[in-house]
Nanobody, 130 residues
Framework: EVQLQASGGGVVQAGGSLKLSCQAS????????IGWFRQGPGKEREGISC????????YYKDSVKGRFTISADNAKNTMYLQMSNLTPEDTAVYYC???????????????????????WGQGTQVTVSS
């Protein structure tokens, strides 16, 4: 059974940090494109960081660039999102996702299209207080 189990959300003050984790089972992250998405109150789900492996295949939404880092530990079959310098605008439910396949640098800006992703975690709430 394919599963993504997200964890690590919580309440943090503005300027603080959180690290989200997402344990995969039933498939290998090493053969997959991974992504983190979020949905704030009254907003549509948006892709914030997605990666096919390596800096040249990693996309960050402008609003999180320089503050968030996506990574994966293939030995643990786990992906992460390190978030720092958080602001109240980062308050949202965060979702991990993946699909088996690859991306190319020429279309990196499309790597975070939700329709590409076959597997989704259940979401974890991140609340940033001012």
């Amino acid at each position: 059974e394919v599963q993504l189990q997200a964890s690590g959300g919580g309440v943090v003050q503005a300027g603080g940090s959180l690290k989200l984790s997402c344990q995969a089972s039933g498939f290998s992250l090493a053969d997959s494109v991974i992504g983190w998405f979020r949905q704030g109150p009254g907003k549509e789900r948006e892709g914030i960081s997605c990666s096919g492996g390596g800096a040249e295949l990693t996309y960050y939404k402008d609003s999180v660039k320089g503050r968030f880092t996506i990574s994966a530990d293939n030995a643990k079959n786990t992906m992460y999102l390190q978030m720092s310098n958080l602001t109240p605008e980062d308050t949202a439910v965060y979702y991990c996702a993946a699909f088996r396949g690859s991306i190319v640098p020429a279309v990196l800006d499309t790597a975070c299209y939700p329709i590409l992703y076959s597997y989704w975690g259940q979401g974890t709430q991140v609340t940033v207080s001012s």
